[in-house]
Structure formats: structure tokens, C-alpha cells
């Protein structure tokens, strides 16, 4: 299934390999708050580290705007990385130019090096060939364990492959290979399910779902959309206006496929303490909102998830931080974790929540990266991993 090769497939001995990771990471006064993604990329690092290499590491954090900015410097994601490994690890303030230069000049097999920002530089995103020249003259290899990010062609995760040998960490080797197998030849039935605010933003995925997946489970602020577009009236539910055309043309293409909620929880406003009751699918009164799925939904999708061979799962089922409109995230969480399907789940939410209710060691694959994981079921190609050496 995984095409590509792998840093275990090279030699890599007295060699300098600069890894594109993904320490995209929640970091408050300083520190990391959620080191998912750092603890994700220790393997490939382990294993550079072990077999006689000097490992660079470069990734983005956030979105800065205007070129360097403190609060988003990938200083403390070294700190912590130092304490994950249990030895020093260096740190450049600059990604590229003469400080990045003469530190990884410096660097010898078995230290680590960790690069500012990426996005403090203007070529990052523009996949500017001369950034990723000057990143590329740092190593002798380049390994991209950076899955959360290879979807975009940006000079660390694409450009740099075109100057040095570029392998797959074990990572972006582990993604691939669960959420291609879901798509290539997914163990039936095959479930789907997906949730989250917008249909807009997940169109393609629906649509190459309704033609791969036995069912495809809708919940969150997405199915408002497709209850108003079977006409009913939503209230003051958060409905996409702009996909209604679409969701009713999938609600046609999806007929036996597509799953709606049977039933909702609705509030009087958007606070956790707002009044709010179950209703069936149906005419939402004026100044109410639908938050959840109702408790009938969750044991449908439940029995569906139960007997399903392979489970997708991206997107809550409500405003699941809101914890009195949590239960149907939580409750079709509960499904994922116990049954004995191949489960994967991907998305921010859907992770943070099966995080929330302790059952994270249940399921198959968690996937780091949401829009990656999104634009691979949808069929699409990933920059960063095409660009990468077959084996």
C-alpha cells in the first residue's frame, strides 16, 4: 500500500537528515500544553538517532503574520523535546541563513537541532525554491514525518524534496497506510461518519465517501444544513446556507447511504445552562438551536458502528465543548472505542474528545493531521508525500 520510501529503507550512518515534523502544538506562558504531536514523531527520531545520525528538525507553528513573532517561536517545543528524549537539544533562531548555518555545521551524529519557525519566512508558504535551497544545503537527507502537513506544497514539505533524498518518516508511513487502506480496500461494512460546522468544507469528502462507504453517519452543525434543505425550518440553528443546493443534491445521490439524526437536542440559546429538550427531526421552533444529536441517534449510529468491519470518524457531533450538548460526540466515541472494527478518527475535535473521555487506547489509528486526513479520503493527492522517493 505504502509506496514510498522509508528512512529505515536508506542509509543513514554519520549522515545530517533534516525532518519536516509537524510540532504545530498548543503552547501557553511558554510551555506545551499538548505534546500529541511531538510524542507522534519520536519514533523516526529515535531511530535517526540510534543509527548514527545528527538530526535538524523544522516545522511551523501557527500562523504569524507578519514575519517573526515571539509568541510563536518553536523555542519551547526544543525545551520539550529535551525532556521527551532525555538529552540536550539545540535550538536555532533562524530556519535559514547564517545562525541555521553555522549550527547545523556544528552538529554531530546523535544531537538534535530544532529550526525556528518556518512561517516567519515569507518563502514557507510560497514554496519559494530558493528557501528550500537554503533549508536543503542544512542536511544530506531529508525524512517528512510531517503528515498534519503534507498536504500543502510549501518549501519545507515539498520543495525541500527536490534538493535531497527524501524519504518518508514512520509517521507519515502509519497515516498513509490506515486512511489509505479505508479508502483502497476498507474491511466491510464500512462506516463513515462526519460532523463538524460546515458541509462546504467537507463536500468532496461526502461525496467520495457516498461512493466508497456502506453508510455515512451525519451529526454536528453540517446535518442542520441538510435538515433545511429537506425543507424543514431550523430556527436559530447554524445552517450553511450557501451548500444548500449541494446538500440537496447529495441527499439525492446518497439516498440509501446517508444517515441523518433521527432526533436533536435543541437549546434557547448558545450557553451551557441554556433550557433545552429532545425533540424528533423535524420544524425547529423560532429561538431555538439545534446543539446535539439526540439520545436515538447516538443508539443508531451505535448499532451501525457495532457491526461495521472499518469506522472513519472526523468531526463532533455537536458543540461538544459546551459539556451539556457533549453527549452525542461523547456517545458515538464510546461506539468507535468498543467495537471491533478498524477505527480511525481525525480532525482536532474528534481527537480532542475521544482524549476527553480516556478511550484514545481503543482505537485503531488517531490521526494527527485533520485536513491531511480529510483531503486523503476525499482521493486526493498529497503534495508533500508525492514529491517524496519510491521505493
Same mark, same amino acid.
Given at each position: 500500500?505504502?509506496?514510498?520510501?522509508?528512512?529505515?529503507?536508506?542509509?543513514?550512518?554519520?549522515?545530517?537528515?533534516?525532518?519536516?515534523?509537524?510540532?504545530?502544538?498548543?503552547?501557553?506562558?511558554?510551555?506545551?500544553?499538548?505534546?500529541?504531536?511531538?510524542?507522534?514523531?519520536?519514533?523516526?527520531?529515535?531511530?535517526?538517532?540510534?543509527?548514527?545520525?545528527?538530526?535538524?528538525?523544522?516545522?511551523?507553528?501557527?500562523?504569524?503574520?507578519?514575519?517573526?513573532?515571539?509568541?510563536?517561536?518553536?523555542?519551547?517545543?526544543?525545551?520539550?523535546?529535551?525532556?521527551?528524549?532525555?538529552?540536550?537539544?539545540? /535550538?536555532?533562531?533562524?530556519?535559514?541563513?547564517?545562525?541555521?548555518?553555522?549550527?547545523?555545521?556544528?552538529?554531530?551524529?546523535?544531537?538534535?537541532?530544532?529550526?525556528?519557525?518556518?512561517?516567519?519566512?515569507?518563502?514557507?508558504?510560497?514554496?519559494?525554491?530558493?528557501?528550500?535551497?537554503?533549508?536543503?544545503?542544512?542536511?544530506?537527507?531529508?525524512?517528512?514525518?510531517?503528515?498534519?502537513?503534507?498536504?500543502?506544497?510549501?518549501?519545507?514539505?515539498?520543495?525541500?524534496?527536490?534538493?535531497?533524498?527524501?524519504?518518508?518518516?514512520?509517521?507519515?508511513?502509519?497515516?498513509?497506510?490506515?486512511?489509505?487502506?479505508?479508502?483502497?480496500?476498507?474491511?466491510?461494512?464500512?462506516?463513515?461518519?462526519?460532523?463538524?460546522?460546515?458541509?462546504?468544507?467537507?463536500?468532496?469528502?461526502?461525496?467520495?465517501?457516498?461512493?466508497?462507504?456502506?453508510?455515512?453517519?451525519?451529526?454536528?452543525?453540517?446535518?442542520?444544513?441538510? /435538515?433545511?434543505?429537506?425543507?424543514?425550518?431550523?430556527?436559530?440553528?447554524?445552517?450553511? +446556507?450557501?451548500?444548500?443546493?449541494?446538500?440537496?443534491?447529495?441527499?439525492?445521490?446518497?439516498?440509501?447511504?446517508?444517515?441523518?439524526?433521527?432526533?436533536?437536542?435543541?437549546?434557547?440559546?448558545?450557553?451551557?445552562?441554556?433550557?433545552?429538550?429532545?425533540?424528533?427531526?423535524?420544524?425547529?421552533?423560532?429561538?431555538?438551536?439545534?446543539?446535539?444529536?439526540?439520545?436515538?441517534?447516538?443508539?443508531?449510529?451505535?448499532?451501525?458502528?457495532?457491526?461495521?468491519?472499518?469506522?472513519?470518524?472526523?468531526?463532533?457531533?455537536?458543540?461538544?465543548?459546551?459539556?451539556?450538548?457533549?453527549?452525542?460526540?461523547?456517545?458515538?466515541?464510546?461506539?468507535?472505542?468498543?467495537?471491533?472494527?478498524?477505527?480511525?478518527?481525525?480532525?482536532?475535535?474528534?481527537?480532542?474528545?475521544?482524549?476527553?473521555?480516556?478511550?484514545?487506547?481503543?482505537?485503531?489509528?488517531?490521526?494527527?493531521?485533520?485536513?491531511?486526513?480529510? +483531503?486523503?479520503?476525499?482521493?486526493?493527492?498529497?503534495?508533500?508525500?508525492?514529491?517524496?522517493?519510491?521505493?
Amino acid at each position: 500500500m505504502f509506496d514510498k520510501k522509508l528512512v529505515s529503507d536508506i542509509d543513514v550512518n554519520g549522515k545530517k537528515a533534516l525532518v519536516r515534523v509537524d510540532f504545530n502544538v498548543p503552547i501557553k506562558d511558554g510551555h506545551v500544553e499538548d505534546d500529541t504531536r511531538i510524542r507522534a514523531a519520536l519514533p523516526t527520531i529515535k531511530y535517526l538517532l540510534d543509527h548514527g545520525a545528527a538530526v535538524i528538525l523544522c516545522s511551523h507553528l501557527g500562523r504569524p503574520k507578519e514575519g517573526p513573532d515571539p509568541k510563536y517561536s518553536m523555542r519551547p517545543t526544543a525545551d520539550h523535546l529535551s525532556k521527551l528524549l532525555g538529552i540536550p537539544v539545540g /535550538f536555532s533562531t533562524e530556519a535559514v541563513g547564517p545562525v541555521a548555518e553555522a549550527a547545523a555545521q556544528s552538529l554531530k551524529p546523535g544531537e538534535v537541532l530544532v529550526l525556528e519557525n518556518t512561517r516567519f519566512y515569507k518563502g514557507e508558504t510560497k514554496n519559494d525554491p530558493e528557501m528550500a535551497k537554503q533549508l536543503a544545503s542544512l542536511a544530506d537527507i531529508y525524512v517528512n514525518d510531517a503528515f498534519g502537513s503534507a498536504h500543502r506544497a510549501h518549501a519545507s514539505t515539498e520543495g525541500m524534496a527536490h534538493y535531497l533524498p527524501a524519504v518518508a518518516g514512520f509517521l507519515m508511513e502509519e497515516e498513509i497506510k490506515y486512511l489509505g487502506q479505508a479508502i483502497a480496500d476498507p474491511k466491510r461494512p464500512f462506516v463513515a461518519i462526519l460532523g463538524g460546522a460546515k458541509i462546504s468544507d467537507k463536500i468532496g469528502v461526502i461525496r467520495n465517501l457516498l461512493k466508497l462507504a456502506d453508510l455515512v453517519l451525519i451529526g454536528g452543525g453540517m446535518a442542520n444544513t441538510f /435538515f433545511k434543505a429537506q425543507g424543514y425550518p431550523t430556527g436559530d440553528s447554524l445552517v450553511d +446556507e450557501e451548500a444548500l443546493d449541494t446538500a440537496r443534491e447529495l441527499l439525492r445521490e446518497g439516498s440509501v447511504r446517508l444517515r441523518l439524526p433521527v432526533d436533536v437536542v435543541i437549546a434557547d440559546r448558545f450557553e451551557n445552562d441554556a433550557a433545552s429538550k429532545v425533540m424528533e427531526t423535524g420544524p425547529v421552533p423560532d429561538g431555538w438551536r439545534i446543539l446535539d444529536i439526540g439520545p436515538e441517534a447516538v443508539s443508531a449510529y451505535a448499532k451501525a458502528i457495532h457491526g461495521a468491519g472499518t469506522v472513519v470518524w472526523n468531526g463532533p457531533m455537536g458543540v461538544f465543548e459546551l459539556p451539556n450538548f457533549a453527549k452525542g460526540t461523547f456517545g458515538v466515541a464510546k461506539a468507535v472505542a468498543e467495537s471491533n472494527a478498524i477505527s480511525i478518527v481525525g480532525g482536532g475535535d474528534s481527537v480532542a474528545a475521544l482524549n476527553q473521555s480516556g478511550l484514545s487506547a481503543k482505537i485503531t489509528h488517531i490521526s494527527t493531521g485533520g485536513g491531511a486526513s480529510l +483531503e486523503m479520503l476525499e482521493g486526493l493527492t498529497l503534495p508533500g508525500v508525492a514529491a517524496l522517493l519510491d521505493k
